[in-house]
């Protein structure tokens, strides 16, 4: 007869654990014939031999650094409490918050719309097209260029009209830019530069221009400019950079995919605005009211474009999407920029049957469960784990020790360009030279990091910043005379001086102090709420030991 614990799981198992299985053990081939086994049930839901080997696997896979988690009864433990989260998120109703809602909407649409867009979008990106695509785009261009620096777009209009009627370009720059680095120069910037060291909307409109050619005004950081092409050169690009543009070109030609995809896909199934519900919405957003949400703005074969949908996307946004909509074209043209798009490839995804296939389907319910789960847990976490700023005053006060500022180590230095040079300089210090002195006159390193006697603080997190001075730093003994030790810059010859790590102040900690006390509070309370769940829920959960036994060949209760 099998044998089944029901209400031990918490009691009755917690002196029984299971010896540890190596990861062969856990793929052997008499494992595998129990792998169907049910081990477990809760709440009505099986858990089967398998679900355990696959966490197990998972876990040793991940955690692999910090040793073996094979475990078994701690991996049980953990589809066991999973699934009584579950059954809390039902009876918490988490499937019908706003969370749940917001979030496995845009998980369906990212599952539906990526697989719909892989099979009727494959597009790849050939070497002819890229070589084509650097010279169009300029990729292989470099540009000097010469720049006229304005307040103002009407005053870069006015110039750009000066010059455009037959004004020499380096007088008006010499009378009106206001950028005195090169308006001395008739704006010549003195260099030559690729696109990709420019911004982007700035690349764009420069690197189309010829030589000779003079763009139109162009904000740059809160002025305007003028530029003309003065010089260009070409050069090969590197595989790095061949590879970036193959990206872009292959980003560019999916969209333009996309877009065409989308216009099909309108009229196949009848897209038509609904230009009473278009207009409404104008009136509301210039109300400030709020639209109904089942207002109807665009239909087709099938379904509707609501205002709900609308306000979801822009929550999606960074920028306002409704900003400035005054009338019901300008917001036709943002549902069909914004929104459309996704609704009619998710429609043309469902239509296909790509939500019923296996894959896809399977994902989707583990997103289901996953997000049921987070949502509790954060419901949960919000009413259990408040923290004040008393709260976190107290902590601060009582782990004062583990606000400490990373170690600053002060150091003399004289940096050097050759290892003679630093050797003799050791030698006139060991004889009772005066360090500071030989520092304030030999040393190249510069007056902005160092005091004229050669003092200076490092921190380890400065390593990029010296060039292999904050390695040998750290492993030095303080007070010694150390070097010459080879740097990137030259040759250096140092002396530790101290090393502290100084308090923060309460203002300092305070950000980091709230985030450590949040999350003891949250893993105290999360553990806490836990076990109240496996006491409430203990009738529904049923362990089968004899099923554990054959399918991981051991005895559950042997010590």
């Known amino acids: 007869m099998e044998r089944r614990t029901r209400s031990g799981w918490g009691r009755s198992w917690a002196a029984g654990f299971l010896s540890v299985l190596a990861a062969a053990v856990l793929w052997s081939g008499c494992a595998r014939e129990e792998s169907g086994a049910v081990v477990a049930v809760v709440g009505g839901k099986a858990i089967t031999a398998q679900e355990v080997r696959d966490l197990i696997a998972r876990r040793l896979e991940k955690e692999r650094e910090a040793g073996p988690a094979d475990r078994v009864t701690e991996h049980l433990q953990t589809l066991v409490d999973a699934e009584l989260l579950l059954l809390e998120a039902g009876e918490e109703r988490i499937g019908d918050s706003p969370f749940y809602l917001r979030r496995m909407g845009r998980l369906r649409r990212d599952k539906l719309v990526g697989a719909l867009e892989a099979r009727r979008l494959p597009l790849t990106v050939g070497d002819d097209e890229v070589a084509q695509y650097i010279e169009r785009k300029g990729y292989a261009r470099a540009i000097r260029t010469a720049d006229i620096m304005v307040p103002d777009r009407e005053t870069a209009e006015r110039v750009h009209r000066l010059i455009e009627e037959g004004a020499d370009f380096a007088d008006v720059a010499r009378r009106w830019s206001i950028n005195r680095e090169t308006a001395a120069q008739g704006g010549d910037m003195g260099r030559f530069a690729t696109r990709y060291q420019m911004v982007p909307a700035l690349g764009d409109e420069l690197f189309t221009l010829p030589v000779g050619s003079v763009s139109k005004p162009v904000p740059v950081g809160g002025y305007h400019a003028i530029f003309k092409v003065l010089a260009e050169s070409f050069f090969e690009p590197t595989p790095q950079q061949r590879q970036l543009v193959a990206q872009e070109l292959g980003r560019s030609k999916r969209q333009a995919a996309r877009d065409s995809l989308v216009a099909v896909l309108g009229q196949e199934y009848g897209l038509e605005r609904d230009q009473d519900g278009l207009a409404k919405f104008v009136e509301t957003l210039a109300s400030g009211a709020e639209s109904p949400p089942d207002r109807v703005l665009h239909r087709y074969d099938g379904g509707e474009i609501t205002a709900a949908d609308v306000v979801q996307a822009a929550r999606g946004i960074r920028e306002d999407i409704l900003a400035g909509v005054d009338d019901a074209g300008k917001l036709a043209a943002v549902v069909e920029r914004w929104v459309v798009p996704d609704v009619l490839l998710i429609e043309a995804a469902v ?124 492993d030095a003994e303080a007070g010694e005379l150390t070097g010459p030790v080879e740097v990137e810059e030259g040759f250096t010859l140092f002396r530790i001086l101290s090393r502290e790590r100084r308090q923060e102040t309460w203002e300092e900690a305070r950000a980091r102090a709230t985030s450590k006390l949040r999350r003891q509070r949250q893993r105290q309370a999360f553990n806490e709420y836990m076990q109240e769940l496996r006491e409430r829920y203990d009738s529904q959960v049923e362990i089968r030991r004899d099923a554990l036994e054959a399918a991981f060949g051991a005895d559950p209760q042997s010590g």
């Open 351 to 474: 239509r296909e049957g790509i939500e019923e296939e296996e894959e896809v389907s399977r994902w989707l319910a583990e997103m289901r469960r996953q997000t049921l789960i987070t949502g509790l847990r954060g419901k949960i976490l919000q009413q259990r784990a408040k923290v004040t700023d008393e709260d976190v005053r107290e902590y601060f006060e009582a782990n004062r020790g583990d606000f400490l500022h990373p170690e600053q180590i002060e150091v003399e230095e004289i940096l050097v360009e050759s290892e003679s040079e630093a050797a003799e300089l050791r030698r006139r210090i060991e004889a009772g030279a005066d360090f500071g002195a030989l520092a304030g006159s030999r040393s190249l390193r510069p007056p902005e990091i160092r005091d004229e006697s050669g003092r200076f603080h490092v921190h380890r997190y400065e390593s990029p910043r010296f060039g292999g001075l904050v390695e040998a730093v750290v």
